[in-house]
Protein backbone atom coordinates (compact mmCIF):
# COMPACT_ATOMS: atom_id res chain seq x y z
CA UNK A 1 0.00 0.00 0.00
CA UNK A 2 2.19 2.98 -0.96
CA UNK A 3 1.72 6.45 1.25
CA UNK A 4 -0.44 9.08 -0.11
CA UNK A 5 -0.86 13.00 0.51
CA UNK A 6 -3.81 13.60 2.54
CA UNK A 7 -6.86 14.15 0.67
CA UNK A 8 -8.82 17.07 0.86
CA UNK A 9 -12.04 15.40 1.90
CA UNK A 10 -9.61 14.35 5.06
CA UNK A 11 -8.31 17.92 5.69
CA UNK A 12 -9.87 19.40 8.78
CA UNK A 13 -11.86 22.50 7.77
CA UNK A 14 -11.31 24.59 10.62
CA UNK A 15 -7.84 24.28 10.46
CA UNK A 16 -7.98 25.71 7.21
CA UNK A 17 -9.89 28.09 7.82
CA UNK A 18 -7.35 29.55 10.89
CA UNK A 19 -4.81 28.83 8.58
CA UNK A 20 -6.36 31.25 5.83
CA UNK A 21 -7.58 33.92 8.25
CA UNK A 22 -3.46 33.65 9.37
CA UNK A 23 -2.53 34.86 5.64
CA UNK A 24 -4.77 38.18 5.76
CA UNK A 25 -2.45 38.99 9.37
CA UNK A 26 0.94 37.58 7.42
CA UNK A 27 0.01 40.13 4.42
CA UNK A 28 -0.83 43.19 6.62
CA UNK A 29 2.39 42.61 9.38
CA UNK A 30 4.88 41.95 5.84
CA UNK A 31 3.59 45.54 3.76
CA UNK A 32 6.13 47.64 6.02
CA UNK A 33 9.11 45.13 5.18
CA UNK A 34 7.95 45.13 1.06
CA UNK A 35 7.52 48.87 0.64
CA UNK A 36 10.57 50.08 3.11
CA UNK A 37 13.73 49.53 4.10
CA UNK A 38 11.61 49.04 7.42
CA UNK A 39 14.73 47.24 9.46
CA UNK A 40 16.93 49.51 8.84
CA UNK A 41 14.71 52.54 9.85
CA UNK A 42 14.04 51.08 13.04
CA UNK A 43 17.84 50.89 13.58
CA UNK A 44 18.43 54.80 12.50
CA UNK A 45 15.51 55.49 15.31
CA UNK A 46 13.47 57.40 12.12
CA UNK A 47 9.66 58.31 12.89
CA UNK A 48 8.62 58.53 9.46
CA UNK A 49 5.17 58.58 8.90
CA UNK A 50 3.94 62.37 10.19
CA UNK A 51 0.29 62.10 9.56
CA UNK A 52 -1.98 61.35 11.90
CA UNK A 53 -3.80 58.76 8.89
CA UNK A 54 -0.50 57.25 8.61
CA UNK A 55 0.27 56.93 12.05
CA UNK A 56 -3.18 55.04 12.49
CA UNK A 57 -2.67 53.03 9.77
CA UNK A 58 0.95 52.06 11.41
CA UNK A 59 -0.11 51.42 14.89
CA UNK A 60 -3.24 49.19 13.97
CA UNK A 61 -0.83 47.33 11.89
CA UNK A 62 1.26 46.72 15.10
CA UNK A 63 -1.70 46.25 17.44
CA UNK A 64 -3.32 43.68 15.42
CA UNK A 65 -0.57 41.94 13.18
CA UNK A 66 2.66 42.63 14.07
CA UNK A 67 4.25 39.43 15.57
CA UNK A 68 0.16 37.35 16.14
CA UNK A 69 0.56 35.52 12.94
CA UNK A 70 3.67 33.87 12.20
CA UNK A 71 2.98 32.65 15.52
CA UNK A 72 -0.29 31.09 14.40
CA UNK A 73 1.41 29.69 11.54
CA UNK A 74 3.86 27.86 13.52
CA UNK A 75 1.33 26.54 16.29
CA UNK A 76 -0.56 25.35 13.16
CA UNK A 77 2.55 23.45 11.69
CA UNK A 78 3.22 22.28 15.04
CA UNK A 79 -0.54 21.06 14.85
CA UNK A 80 0.16 19.37 11.46
CA UNK A 81 3.29 17.68 12.34
CA UNK A 82 1.07 15.32 14.86
CA UNK A 83 -1.28 14.68 11.75
CA UNK A 84 1.29 14.07 9.52
CA UNK A 85 3.03 11.63 12.20
CA UNK A 86 0.49 9.49 12.68
CA UNK A 87 -1.04 8.84 9.19
CA UNK A 88 2.16 8.09 8.30
CA UNK A 89 2.69 5.31 11.48
CA UNK A 90 -0.62 4.12 10.66
CA UNK A 91 0.35 3.68 7.58
CA UNK A 92 3.26 1.71 8.60
CA UNK A 93 5.80 3.82 7.22
CA UNK A 94 8.63 5.69 9.70
CA UNK A 95 8.08 9.34 9.89
CA UNK A 96 12.19 10.35 10.05
CA UNK A 97 12.75 10.05 6.21
CA UNK A 98 9.40 11.12 5.13
CA UNK A 99 9.15 14.24 7.24
CA UNK A 100 12.81 14.87 6.70
CA UNK A 101 12.89 15.02 2.67
CA UNK A 102 9.56 17.20 3.51
CA UNK A 103 11.79 19.80 5.25
CA UNK A 104 14.02 19.68 2.67
CA UNK A 105 12.58 20.44 0.05
CA UNK A 106 10.69 23.44 2.09
CA UNK A 107 13.90 24.86 3.08
CA UNK A 108 14.51 24.74 -1.12
CA UNK A 109 11.40 26.51 -1.19
CA UNK A 110 12.17 29.11 1.13
CA UNK A 111 15.94 29.29 -0.51
CA UNK A 112 14.86 30.31 -3.79
CA UNK A 113 11.80 32.52 -2.21
CA UNK A 114 14.19 34.57 -0.01
CA UNK A 115 17.21 35.17 -2.41
CA UNK A 116 15.13 35.13 -5.90
CA UNK A 117 11.91 36.45 -4.28
CA UNK A 118 11.73 38.88 -1.02
CA UNK A 119 14.30 38.66 1.48
CA UNK A 120 11.49 38.34 4.72
CA UNK A 121 11.16 34.75 4.21
CA UNK A 122 10.37 32.54 7.57
CA UNK A 123 10.43 28.93 5.43
CA UNK A 124 13.75 28.44 5.57
CA UNK A 125 13.16 29.10 9.51
CA UNK A 126 10.36 27.25 10.24
CA UNK A 127 12.35 23.71 8.21
CA UNK A 128 15.36 23.81 9.75
CA UNK A 129 13.44 24.30 13.73
CA UNK A 130 11.58 21.31 12.64
CA UNK A 131 14.22 19.04 12.66
CA UNK A 132 13.46 19.51 16.69
CA UNK A 133 10.22 18.44 16.94
CA UNK A 134 11.14 14.92 15.45
CA UNK A 135 13.34 14.93 18.95
CA UNK A 136 10.09 15.92 20.90
CA UNK A 137 7.54 13.02 18.57
CA UNK A 138 7.09 10.40 21.86
CA UNK A 139 6.99 13.73 24.33
CA UNK A 140 4.20 13.46 26.69
CA UNK A 141 1.86 16.74 26.55
CA UNK A 142 3.00 17.91 30.29
CA UNK A 143 6.75 17.57 28.58
CA UNK A 144 5.95 19.66 25.75
CA UNK A 145 4.02 22.36 27.50
CA UNK A 146 6.87 22.60 30.17
CA UNK A 147 9.69 22.93 26.87
CA UNK A 148 6.85 25.39 25.13
CA UNK A 149 6.73 27.89 28.67
CA UNK A 150 10.74 27.42 29.21
CA UNK A 151 11.53 28.52 25.59
CA UNK A 152 8.72 31.39 25.27
CA UNK A 153 10.83 32.85 28.46
CA UNK A 154 14.20 32.22 26.61
CA UNK A 155 14.80 35.06 24.62
CA UNK A 156 12.52 37.46 27.19
CA UNK A 157 15.13 36.66 29.86
CA UNK A 158 18.41 36.88 27.50
CA UNK A 159 17.20 39.67 25.67
CA UNK A 160 16.70 41.29 29.85
CA UNK A 161 19.84 40.30 31.13
CA UNK A 162 21.93 42.33 28.29
CA UNK A 163 19.79 45.70 28.24
CA UNK A 164 19.39 45.75 32.01
CA UNK A 165 22.72 47.40 32.72
CA UNK A 166 21.76 50.46 30.50
CA UNK A 167 18.17 51.15 31.64
CA UNK A 168 18.79 54.49 32.91
CA UNK A 169 20.68 55.58 28.86
CA UNK A 170 20.08 55.63 25.67
CA UNK A 171 20.69 52.76 23.01
CA UNK A 172 21.77 54.81 20.35
CA UNK A 173 25.30 54.95 19.34
CA UNK A 174 26.71 57.04 16.05
CA UNK A 175 28.43 54.48 14.31
CA UNK A 176 25.02 52.13 14.09
CA UNK A 177 22.79 54.90 13.30
CA UNK A 178 25.82 55.71 10.79
CA UNK A 179 25.44 52.50 9.41
CA UNK A 180 21.65 52.60 9.39
CA UNK A 181 21.10 55.69 7.50
CA UNK A 182 23.52 53.63 5.07
CA UNK A 183 21.63 50.98 4.65
CA UNK A 184 18.47 52.66 4.08
CA UNK A 185 20.28 54.35 1.12
CA UNK A 186 21.42 51.29 -0.24
CA UNK A 187 18.04 49.31 0.35
CA UNK A 188 16.43 52.31 -1.72
CA UNK A 189 18.75 52.41 -4.06
CA UNK A 190 18.56 48.81 -4.92
CA UNK A 191 15.29 48.12 -4.88
CA UNK A 192 13.69 51.76 -6.14
CA UNK A 193 16.17 51.79 -9.15
CA UNK A 194 18.30 48.84 -9.67
CA UNK A 195 18.56 45.84 -11.81
CA UNK A 196 17.69 43.09 -10.78
CA UNK A 197 21.05 41.26 -10.20
CA UNK A 198 21.62 44.57 -7.57
CA UNK A 199 18.00 43.77 -6.33
CA UNK A 200 19.27 40.10 -5.75
CA UNK A 201 22.21 41.22 -4.39
CA UNK A 202 20.33 43.49 -1.86
CA UNK A 203 17.98 40.38 -0.79
CA UNK A 204 20.68 38.16 0.06
CA UNK A 205 22.05 41.07 2.43
CA UNK A 206 18.91 41.43 3.99
CA UNK A 207 18.33 38.24 4.80
CA UNK A 208 21.62 37.21 6.16
CA UNK A 209 21.37 40.79 7.92
CA UNK A 210 17.90 39.53 9.26
CA UNK A 211 18.84 36.01 9.78
CA UNK A 212 21.34 37.08 13.01
CA UNK A 213 18.51 38.42 14.27
CA UNK A 214 15.79 35.80 14.21
CA UNK A 215 18.12 34.24 17.12
CA UNK A 216 15.78 35.83 18.98
CA UNK A 217 12.65 34.77 17.20
CA UNK A 218 13.61 31.12 16.39
CA UNK A 219 12.61 30.35 20.47
CA UNK A 220 9.66 31.63 20.31
CA UNK A 221 9.10 29.82 17.20
CA UNK A 222 9.60 26.32 18.61
CA UNK A 223 7.59 27.22 21.21
CA UNK A 224 4.98 27.93 19.18
CA UNK A 225 5.74 24.70 17.52
CA UNK A 226 5.61 22.45 20.47
CA UNK A 227 2.45 24.32 21.69
CA UNK A 228 0.65 23.05 18.53
CA UNK A 229 2.35 19.48 18.95
CA UNK A 230 0.77 19.46 22.60
CA UNK A 231 -2.74 20.49 21.27
CA UNK A 232 -2.22 17.55 18.87
CA UNK A 233 -1.63 15.05 21.17
CA UNK A 234 -4.33 16.33 23.55
CA UNK A 235 -6.96 16.04 20.42
CA UNK A 236 -8.29 19.40 20.82
CA UNK A 237 -8.99 20.10 17.58
CA UNK A 238 -10.96 17.14 17.47
CA UNK A 239 -14.99 17.12 18.77
CA UNK A 240 -14.70 21.45 19.38
CA UNK A 241 -17.90 21.14 20.99
CA UNK A 242 -16.33 19.41 23.84
CA UNK A 243 -13.69 21.72 24.79
CA UNK A 244 -16.05 24.96 24.72
CA UNK A 245 -15.72 25.35 28.19
CA UNK A 246 -11.50 25.05 28.07
CA UNK A 247 -11.60 27.72 24.60
CA UNK A 248 -13.97 30.34 26.29
CA UNK A 249 -11.38 29.92 29.30
CA UNK A 250 -8.27 30.35 27.24
CA UNK A 251 -10.22 33.28 25.17
CA UNK A 252 -10.63 35.73 28.14
CA UNK A 253 -7.38 35.02 29.34
CA UNK A 254 -5.67 35.63 26.42
CA UNK A 255 -7.49 38.53 25.71
CA UNK A 256 -6.81 40.10 28.90
CA UNK A 257 -3.09 39.55 29.09
CA UNK A 258 -2.78 39.94 24.95
CA UNK A 259 -4.77 43.42 24.52
CA UNK A 260 -2.38 45.16 27.31
CA UNK A 261 0.73 43.59 25.86
CA UNK A 262 -0.15 44.66 22.70
CA UNK A 263 -1.05 48.36 23.68
CA UNK A 264 2.38 48.30 25.34
CA UNK A 265 3.72 47.29 22.18
CA UNK A 266 2.33 49.93 19.77
CA UNK A 267 3.27 52.78 22.72
CA UNK A 268 6.95 51.68 23.66
CA UNK A 269 7.67 51.39 20.24
CA UNK A 270 6.68 55.19 19.88
CA UNK A 271 8.84 55.61 22.96
CA UNK A 272 11.86 53.60 21.53
CA UNK A 273 11.98 56.10 18.47
CA UNK A 274 10.95 59.32 20.51
CA UNK A 275 13.64 59.12 23.43
CA UNK A 276 16.53 56.55 22.64
CA UNK A 277 16.01 54.91 25.82
CA UNK A 278 17.27 51.59 26.17
CA UNK A 279 13.90 50.86 28.77
CA UNK A 280 11.47 50.79 26.22
CA UNK A 281 13.91 48.61 23.90
CA UNK A 282 13.40 46.36 26.36
CA UNK A 283 9.69 46.92 27.14
CA UNK A 284 9.26 46.64 23.61
CA UNK A 285 10.57 43.14 22.76
CA UNK A 286 9.01 42.01 26.04
CA UNK A 287 5.53 43.15 25.07
CA UNK A 288 6.33 41.56 21.55
CA UNK A 289 6.99 38.03 23.04
CA UNK A 290 3.67 38.45 25.20
CA UNK A 291 0.96 40.46 22.74
CA UNK A 292 2.50 37.83 20.19
CA UNK A 293 1.03 34.35 21.45
CA UNK A 294 -1.38 36.52 23.42
CA UNK A 295 -3.34 37.42 20.76
CA UNK A 296 -2.90 34.84 18.77
CA UNK A 297 -4.39 32.87 20.68
CA UNK A 298 -7.36 35.30 21.07
CA UNK A 299 -7.64 35.32 17.85
CA UNK A 300 -7.59 31.13 17.39
CA UNK A 301 -10.46 30.75 19.99
CA UNK A 302 -12.68 33.11 18.92
CA UNK A 303 -12.67 31.56 15.08
CA UNK A 304 -13.52 28.33 16.88
CA UNK A 305 -16.35 29.98 18.54
CA UNK A 306 -17.56 31.40 15.17
CA UNK A 307 -17.28 27.94 13.33
CA UNK A 308 -20.05 26.58 15.56
CA UNK A 309 -22.24 29.50 14.61
CA UNK A 310 -24.44 28.23 11.69
CA UNK A 311 -24.96 32.47 10.29
CA UNK A 312 -21.07 32.18 10.23
CA UNK A 313 -20.01 28.78 8.66
CA UNK A 314 -20.91 30.20 5.15
CA UNK A 315 -18.94 33.32 5.88
CA UNK A 316 -15.81 31.50 6.98
CA UNK A 317 -16.04 28.73 4.61
CA UNK A 318 -14.61 31.55 2.16
CA UNK A 319 -11.23 31.25 4.38
CA UNK A 320 -10.70 27.54 3.52
CA UNK A 321 -9.16 27.34 0.34
CA UNK A 322 -6.83 29.94 1.28
CA UNK A 323 -5.81 27.67 4.07
CA UNK A 324 -5.64 24.83 1.92
CA UNK A 325 -3.41 26.71 -0.56
CA UNK A 326 -1.24 28.66 2.09
CA UNK A 327 2.57 28.13 1.04
CA UNK A 328 1.07 28.68 -2.91
CA UNK A 329 -0.81 32.33 -1.02
CA UNK A 330 2.51 33.10 1.01
CA UNK A 331 4.27 32.75 -1.98
CA UNK A 332 1.90 35.13 -4.05
CA UNK A 333 1.99 37.67 -1.84
CA UNK A 334 5.62 37.52 -1.72
CA UNK A 335 5.49 38.02 -5.59
CA UNK A 336 2.77 40.56 -5.82
CA UNK A 337 3.76 42.85 -3.51
CA UNK A 338 7.53 42.74 -4.46
CA UNK A 339 6.40 43.86 -8.50
CA UNK A 340 4.42 46.53 -7.21
CA UNK A 341 7.12 47.87 -5.07
CA UNK A 342 10.54 46.68 -6.82
CA UNK A 343 12.48 48.44 -9.48
CA UNK A 344 11.53 45.55 -12.00
CA UNK A 345 8.25 46.11 -11.46
CA UNK A 346 6.20 49.24 -10.96
CA UNK A 347 9.26 50.77 -8.85
CA UNK A 348 6.95 52.09 -5.73
CA UNK A 349 9.39 51.38 -3.42
CA UNK A 350 9.61 53.60 -0.16
CA UNK A 351 7.16 55.79 -1.64
CA UNK A 352 3.98 54.12 -0.32
CA UNK A 353 2.46 55.17 2.92
CA UNK A 354 0.84 53.39 5.47
CA UNK A 355 -2.87 54.08 4.91
CA UNK A 356 -1.89 52.27 1.24
CA UNK A 357 -0.68 49.30 2.90
CA UNK A 358 -3.75 48.79 4.20
CA UNK A 359 -5.77 49.86 1.52
CA UNK A 360 -3.23 46.99 -1.09
CA UNK A 361 -3.84 44.02 1.57
CA UNK A 362 -7.54 45.04 2.00
CA UNK A 363 -7.64 44.28 -2.43
CA UNK A 364 -4.95 41.90 -2.41
CA UNK A 365 -6.46 39.31 -0.17
CA UNK A 366 -10.01 38.97 -1.31
CA UNK A 367 -8.52 38.55 -4.93
CA UNK A 368 -6.88 35.53 -3.05
CA UNK A 369 -9.80 34.13 -1.87
CA UNK A 370 -11.59 33.96 -4.99
CA UNK A 371 -8.56 32.72 -6.74
CA UNK A 372 -8.25 29.76 -4.06
CA UNK A 373 -12.11 29.37 -4.88
CA UNK A 374 -11.51 29.17 -8.64
CA UNK A 375 -8.43 27.11 -8.83
CA UNK A 376 -9.60 24.36 -5.95
CA UNK A 377 -12.50 23.87 -8.50
CA UNK A 378 -10.19 22.70 -10.68
CA UNK A 379 -7.35 21.29 -8.67
CA UNK A 380 -6.81 19.15 -5.65
CA UNK A 381 -3.74 21.23 -4.58
CA UNK A 382 -2.35 24.44 -4.99
CA UNK A 383 0.76 24.34 -7.27
CA UNK A 384 3.08 24.69 -4.47
CA UNK A 385 1.11 22.40 -2.06
CA UNK A 386 1.24 19.71 -5.33
CA UNK A 387 5.22 20.43 -5.97
CA UNK A 388 5.90 19.97 -2.15
CA UNK A 389 3.64 16.63 -1.78
CA UNK A 390 5.25 15.12 -5.15
CA UNK A 391 8.71 15.55 -3.90
CA UNK A 392 7.91 14.82 -0.11
CA UNK A 393 6.75 11.46 -1.38
CA UNK A 394 9.09 11.00 -4.32
CA UNK A 395 6.10 10.89 -7.04
CA UNK A 396 4.21 12.90 -9.35
CA UNK A 397 0.64 13.46 -7.38
CA UNK A 398 -2.60 13.80 -9.42
CA UNK A 399 -2.99 17.48 -9.58
CA UNK A 400 -6.79 18.03 -11.32
CA UNK A 401 -9.81 16.60 -9.97
Same mark, same amino acid.
Request: hydrophobic share 50%.
Given at each position: ??????????? @???? &???? !?????? $? @??A????F?? +??????????D?????G &?? @???????F????????????????????F?????AK????L +???????????????????FI?????L????????????????????????????????????????? /?G?????? &? +???????????????????? !????????????????M???????????????????? *??????? =??????????? %???????? $??? +?????? *???? =??? @??????????????????????????Y??S?? =???? %??????????L??? !???A???????S???????????????????????????? *???????????????????? /?????????????????K?
Amino acid at each position: MSLHPTSPQER @LEVL &DQIR !GFALLG $I @LLANMAFFAS +PVVYIQMAGIDEWESLG &DK @LALWGIQFFAEAKFFTMFSFLFGLGFVLFMERAEAKGYSVL +PLFTRRLVVLFIIGMIHAFFIWAGDILMLYSVLSFILLFFRRSSPKTLLAWAVGLWAVPVVVVTLLLA /PGFGGEFS &D +PQWEQSAYHYIERSIAAYGS !GTFLEITAQRMFDYLFMAINSIFVAPLVLAMFLTGLY *VGKRRFY =QQLHQHETLFR %RIRLLSLC $IGV +PAALLQ *VYSH =QQM @LHTGLTLYQWLHFVSVCVAGPGLCFFYITSLL =QLCR %RQRWQRRLAYLAPV !GRMALTNYLLQSIICTLLFYNYGLGLYNQVAPVWWVIIAA *VLYPLQVCFSRIWLGHFRYG /PAEWLWRSLTYWSWQPLKK
